[in-house]
């Protein structure tokens, strides 16, 4: 038996204009919003997101809103989070951050391929220079920077 779904798809107009500039190029990312057939449970799923953290924030203060009014809401992030974008870290750090587990019933996190990508370079599985070319080809030398620029303001502290 199938239960009724009542899906919005909000690309730029029902909720909000999603939009970042990202690799000389404006990307919008997509937020789907599925209600049972009694209003009382929402499912949010947020995808290509791409680095665009200000856009995020303001896409998940939305959600937060609408599931404030519903007695189950789930949030699932499908991924895409880094590259292209210019701020991937802080994306992935949204992503990560616990206060969605506070704020939704339930949260369910995935990776998409550029995450995948990143942690083949990132862990050197495989010693899959084919991955590693893909990753840089897909926006992660932006990445890249970006996580060195970071890592480069740190402290360090030597011991021998």
């Known amino acids: 038996m199938h239960s009724k779904l009542a899906c919005r798809f909000s690309l730029a107009s029902q909720l909000s204009r999603y939009l970042c500039r990202a690799s000389h190029e404006y990307r919008d990312f997509t937020l789907a919003i599925c209600t049972d057939a009694n209003g009382r449970k929402h499912s949010f799923a947020v995808d290509d997101v791409h ?8 896409l998940l203060a939305e959600v937060t809103d609408q599931s404030a009014s519903v007695e189950k809401s789930t949030l699932v992030f499908l991924g895409d989070l880094i590259n292209r974008g210019p701020d991937s870290l802080g994306a992935l750090s949204e992503w990560a951050s616990e206060k969605h587990d506070q704020k939704q019933n339930v949260v369910h996190r995935l990776f998409g391929n550029y ?5 083949i370079v990132a862990h050197r599985l495989r010693g899959d220079e084919e991955a590693e070319a893909k990753f840089l080809e897909v926006g992660g030398n932006a990445f890249m920077q970006e996580l060195q620029s970071v890592l480069s303001g740190l402290p360090v502290t030597l011991s021998a």
Do not use: T
């Open 51 to 58: 680095g665009c953290v200000d856009q995020l924030k303001e």
């Open 115 to 119: 995450e995948q990508l990143m942690m």
